[in-house]
């Protein structure tokens, strides 16, 4: 069935396509690769209605808030301390294509811990978010979840989106997000790009 169109108070929200998860690391997810030129066509297409938003890890465990100590505790091979440098940057072609104004941080799963954010969107009078990037059953999943809260209209592009783990990737895709039929729709990028308006 073909989306609804998609209204011009529309963002796309690229999550964590960075180096981080690209290179060989311990959070590798070699299914980035495979989305990525779909990710590119998304945001080259749309490119200002665009923002690329990135995980950012403490410099140490003890840095974290919480329970996050012990999140970094178990992962200390991708903190800030033991990170080789530049691995918090987006990919290429996506590096070029971000502006400083389009980027934004999270130290949180879900973009929405970021402070200001939700209001950063309200002042521009955003009500759709489109989605694409990684990990599905991770960031991708916490951010799509806030969204719906909030009350955001929210579509996922389902060939632009990658986890580490493809059963979970697809028990998300297929039995979880379909329960939100009424707050989210799942779509290809040619969909998202043909009922977007201009």
């Given at each position: 069935m073909?989306?609804?169109?998609?209204?011009k108070s529309t963002l796309h929200l690229v999550i964590d396509m960075q180096r981080l998860f690209a290179d060989e690391t311990a959070w590798h997810?070699?299914?980035i690769r495979t989305?990525?030129?779909?990710?590119?066509?998304?945001?080259r297409?749309?490119?200002?209605?665009?923002?690329?938003?990135?995980?950012?890890?403490?410099q140490r465990a003890e840095d974290a808030k919480g329970r996050w100590k012990n999140y970094y505790r178990r992962w200390?091979?991708?903190?800030?301390?033991?990170?080789?440098?530049g691995m918090l940057d987006l990919v290429e072609p996506l590096a070029l294509l971000a502006g400083a104004d389009a980027q934004v941080e999270k130290e949180t799963f879900s973009v929405f811990g970021t402070p200001g954010f939700a209001e950063r969107l309200e002042s521009l009078g955003i009500d759709t978010l489109v989605f694409s990037g990684v990990e599905t059953d991770v960031c991708v999943h916490a951010s799509v979840l806030d969204a719906?809260?909030?009350?955001?209209?929210v579509i996922v592009a389902a060939d632009a989106v990658a986890s580490g783990n493809e059963t979970a990737h697809g028990m998300i895709l297929a039995h979880l997000l379909?329960?939100?039929?009424?707050?989210?729709?799942?779509?290809?990028?040619?969909?998202?790009?043909?009922?977007?308006?201009?």
């Open positions: 073909p989306l609804d169109p998609i209204p997810t070699p299914a989305i990525l030129p779909n990710v590119v066509r998304l945001s297409e749309r490119l200002a209605e665009t923002l690329f938003v990135k995980f950012i890890v403490p200390s091979m991708v903190t800030g301390e033991a990170l080789a440098p719906i809260d909030l009350g955001f209209r379909p329960r939100f039929a009424e707050q989210l729709e799942i779509a290809s990028t040619q969909a998202i790009l043909e009922a977007w308006e201009s």
